[in-house]
């Protein structure tokens, strides 16, 4: 039997989609799977593998479209160039809608689906929205998913095309998400916003891959982009699960990273907080990690303190360099949010803080694409010619 | 020993990167592997699976970014919607950088590794371009890429950022391919467009995953974008190849499907001519197959032919809807390109040519992440609400 249990206050609840929240805490639950033996599966699907660890008890073929088993890609150019130790990226960018957030959708969907639901919906101003409007209109589901007014229209439309009802919402954006939860209650939606205990869920797979492709010895790392603490809670969940079971022998140590221009988290980290302070006015270039009240804030940072990780932050200088360092060097064009992982990397180990034997990991959690124009222009290398001066010009770049 | 051999006059020539087109016929040759015993060895990627078949002797890892064994996926909605035989499609989407593209590309940087090369280019307004800078990128190669003039500002973007030396060229497009291998010879740049020769090895492998996943039994076919020609001929030479090795039964039915602005080779097939004339003007909305003059244009045709398949052409409303009928209904928002093979396979069916029980793959080759403002706008499924209101307007939406 699945229950969810607060984190806070370790009081169970039943597993209730709609209701997410501990009524004593009011922090988001997470899921508690009781701890009788669990193991590995044989499958073909990621899903398929982990399913004692996933709170469904069938895979539903018809919900798969190909997320997970994502390339772990060694970045051994940068590793030369910066005298690092062995470092890797898990590609999230490979997944369905490019990012890391089908993981959480199609298990969270798994559960919609399973309690016969038809009605889903998410608050995003971005990858979540397209991979919810994508998955929900696979399943067959009515979508309801709620942006910010600002929404650029690129993110607008690769959510509208897959035909999910988008309504753009003036007013606090922090406030929408908790209102989602008493609205979708009342109108039978399923919200699965970002810190949703089933979509948590899903991103453990992620964690379960990457230490069945990497088995590493000793000491290890994981970096990972944190916005609403939801994707870092999970790949934490992972490792302390395996680890109950006997199945991994250590949990690695976690850098969650934020951006400097809103990192609520990574302050609250820094000066011992238990509870991070909602950040005002914010800017950063690492737009869809820009997240002023993160709803797992306080979970994560209860969490990566008792497992002696950190969460800190870089500026946007330093994660548009590791934006373009990762294109120029390893053919990996991210988002800037993404780019945080190497930022955080090239950070930490500048302050001396990568034992050099240590493998880490870096989670690219979304696609370059999504936000294109992010990018700083590169007039030096776009060049003009008449096709008959060509000969010319490529003599002068050689 | 490995040759280039011509589909028109049957002569073998060096297989020279430099030297890719038939002395005599001026046509592109095809690599030629003799028929000795080859076989599916056992291996964690589609080159290390299929290496026999393939024009290099190993699999260099450092140039591995996780391309190929894509998913291929049941179109279930779409086919109840419709009552369609079975249909699958086969994501593309989810290779390194977004498209089918990056098969053929790690295939031809195998030879250029193997053979020393240091400089590689290509010659492309798209989805080539992003693939070689990416590919070219991670292999520590010089690489230039040659687009059109009028390239948008966000395919240059894609491209530049991995740091390739990107030239705005122009005059005429099909003369630039023409010339580029001439210009490569002279400045020592391995032009691998997309008819070359071993870029077209690479788009084999899609074929062997195609045949190896579905096992099909009976008749089926195969619906894919033609452009240059050179997917299209990589598929079928895999199926032939396969057969050759008493690796598969039959060849699967072929069709080729070009959007009607710029349709050359869908009309010489029509019109029972041996090559096709190139077009004047053209205008598509599935800009990433629009290719006036397309290089494997004529042996796609001979091919085509030999094996009694089809090469048609559907129309821009055909192609956006099938855009949007697959974003709707299963979650796969693909390029304009890409939803031609849906398009064909509606308007074969709607000629009654598909039987019943007849297994269809579509090859969907790129994301639409990538050619967003292509998508017509969709005001009717977006609206606005003030937070207070947000409860009314979910309300009368339901």
């Known amino acids: ?161 897959h035909g999910a009802r988008l309504i753009k919402v003036t007013g606090d954006y922090g406030e929408l998400g908790r209102q989602s939860f008493a609205l979708g209650k009342k109108h039978g939606i399923y919200f699965m916003n970002s810190v949703d205990p089933f979509r948590v869920e899903g991103y453990k797979v992620t964690g379960f891959e990457i230490f069945e492709t990497l088995r590493p010895r000793g000491s290890w790392c994981i970096i990972v982009p944190v916005s609403s603490g939801g994707h870092l809670i999970g790949l934490m969940k992972a490792f302390i699960e395996f680890k109950e079971h006997g199945l991994c022998p250590e949990v690695p140590t976690f850098f969650g990273i934020q951006a400097e221009g809103c990192s609520p988290i990574a302050q609250a980290f820094a000066s011992g907080r238990l509870r991070y302070a909602r950040v005002g006015s914010h800017a950063t270039v690492a737009q869809s990690i820009a997240n002023p009240s993160p709803p797992g804030g306080n979970i994560a940072l209860k969490m990566i303190r008792e497992l002696g990780g950190e969460i800190l932050a870089v500026t946007d200088e330093e994660i548009l360099s590791a934006q373009r360092l990762l294109a120029e060097e390893e053919g990996l064009f991210c988002l800037p949010a993404s780019a945080t992982t190497l930022a955080g990397m090239l950070k930490l180990e500048g302050q001396g803080r990568l034992a050099s034997g240590e493998s880490v990991v870096l989670v690219l959690t979304g696609s370059g694409l999504k936000n294109i124009r992010a990018l700083p222009p590169q007039p030096s290398r776009v060049f003009t010619s008449a096709l008959p001066d060509l000969d010319r010009l490529i003599a002068s770049l050689s």
């Open 1 to 161: 039997m699945i229950q969810f249990k607060c984190v806070f206050c370790g009081r169970r609840h039943p597993a209730d989609p709609m209701a997410q929240s501990c009524p004593e805490c009011s922090e988001p639950m997470l899921v508690d799977l009781p701890a009788d033996g669990r193991s590995i599966r044989q499958g073909d699907t990621p899903l398929a593998r982990y399913l004692d660890f996933l709170p469904f008890p069938e895979v539903d073929d018809a919900l798969h479209m190909g997320e997970g088993d994502t390339p772990l890609l060694p970045l051994n150019r940068l590793r030369e160039k910066f005298r690092l130790p062995p470092v890797l990226a898990k590609n999230e960018m490979v997944n369905p809608t490019a990012s890391f957030k089908d993981r959480g959708t199609v298990a969270a969907l798994h559960v919609a689906k399973a309690r016969g639901l038809r009605r889903i919906g998410t608050v995003s101003t971005g990858n979540m929205a397209a991979s919810t409007a994508a998955y929900g209109a696979r399943a067959g589901m009515e979508t309801f998913v709620l942006v910010k007014e600002d929404t650029t229209e690129e993110k607008l439309l690769s959510t509208a095309v």
